[in-house]
């Protein structure tokens, strides 16, 4: 585990449970990553991933929101939780299956390859994630919870950031080639995106944010933050 966490010339520690060989088996997705992909292709290829999410959800939190409800995606994934599709994109982003564009500076999510796309569709193509996204719904308990109503308290202004701020850690994390989380939880993106922090003494103050990651990110952090404004 420490060395899955970027420490280097570790040996195994013997007590977690890859050291164990107690990962389990991968959990088959695609039927997930198939409602993720249509709900990006019939909203046009033209919103964020948070908005996305509320689609799936049946969320409508404004009139665009509304005018996207009577697409077919409209609320198709109320059995999984918020943060249960966070892991679904951020999966299908760093699979490539899905990636992050868009212009003033408000990133949208796009199928960057049709044929890949269909594939999926056609159970060619999965996609494995190491747990069931939606078993996170027994697990939304003290912390869990708290970060999650604070993803759905978030205002429109701190979403865009929140959204460039997870893209910036997807391409991070592809760098890096190490899971989205291991860069910064999603509370942790959630709290910068409401704190909006300038530079590594700011970025230090975050929840989750150690001396390590604040001199490793904080220029980056800091530059999307401004790009913001």
Not at 5 to 19: M, N, Q, R, T
Request: some cysteine; proline content about 3%; hydrophobic content about 40%.
């Amino acid at each position: 585990m420490r060395r899955y966490f970027g420490e280097e010339g570790v040996e195994a520690c013997g007590a977690c449970d890859s050291c164990r060989g107690e990962t389990g088996e991968p959990y088959d997705a695609t039927r997930w990553a198939q409602m993720a992909v249509s709900a990006v292709l019939r909203c046009g290829q033209k919103i964020g991933r948070g908005r996305l999410i509320n689609h799936l959800l049946g969320q409508a939190k404004d009139s665009f929101d509304e005018e996207l409800s009577t697409q077919s995606t409209y609320g198709i994934g109320k059995d999984m939780p918020k943060q249960g599709w966070g892991r679904v994109f951020d999966a299908l982003l760093y699979d490539g299956m899905l990636a992050e564009g868009g212009e003033m500076n408000r990133p949208a999510v796009v199928v960057p390859d049709a044929e890949a796309a269909r594939a999926l569709f056609r159970g060619d193509r999965t996609l494995m994630l190491r747990a069931d996204p939606a078993a996170t719904r027994k697990r939304a308990k003290g912390k869990s919870r708290v970060a999650a109503q604070a993803l759905a308290d978030m205002s429109e202004r701190d979403q865009i950031l929140f959204d460039m701020l997870r893209s910036w850690r997807t391409e991070t994390a592809k760098t890096r080639g190490v899971p989205p989380y291991v860069i910064f939880h999603d509370r942790t993106l959630a709290e910068i995106a409401r704190e909006r922090p300038v530079d590594a003494d700011e970025l230090r103050l975050i929840s989750g944010v150690g001396e390590k990651k604040a001199q490793r990110y904080a220029e980056d952090v800091s530059r999307i933050v401004g790009e913001a404004v």
